[in-house]
Nanobody, 125 residues
Framework: QVQLAESGGGSVQAGGSLRLSCAVS?????????IAWFRQAPGKEREGVAT????????YYADSVKGRFTISRDNAKNTVYLQMNNLKPEDTAMYYC?????????????????WGQGTQVTVSL
């Protein structure tokens, strides 16, 4: 079974940057897989942020993060990253890494089978 482990969360001021990491085990990232980042703020629904097809590298982003966030993969390290720049207080949430065994570009949580435990991101003014 695929295992995902997030890291890199923390507290930053608005305008700052963070890079989240999703370490993938029991699966090779270079194969065709859809790995995504989701986030969930208290009292809100889980929101798809960005996704990458690990085989071809195609990426998809939510409108709310386009131009600020970048998803990427390092096949050698079996890791997917989320570089977050120009962070805003509304980006504050628990961020989750998720995966499913086919490439679709989906950002719907129901389409993903494997989930990590999450890492907290807090952005203050």
């Amino acid at each position: 079974q695929v295992q995902l482990a997030e890291s890199g969360g923390g507290s930053v001021q608005a305008g700052g940057s963070l890079r989240l990491s999703c370490a993938v085990s029991r699966y090779t990232v270079s194969n065709t897989f859809n790995i995504a980042w989701f986030r969930q703020a208290p009292g809100k629904e889980r929101e798809g942020v960005a996704t990458i097809c690990t085989g071809g590298g195609r990426t998809y982003y939510a409108d709310s993060v386009k131009g600020r966030f970048t998803i990427s993969r390092d096949n050698a390290k079996n890791t997917v990253y989320l570089q977050m720049n120009n962070l805003k207080p509304e980006d504050t949430a628990m961020y989750y890494c998720a995966a499913v065994g086919y490439c679709s570009g989906s950002l719907r949580s129901a389409d993903f089978r494997y989930w990590g435990q999450g890492t907290q991101v807090t952005v203050s003014l």
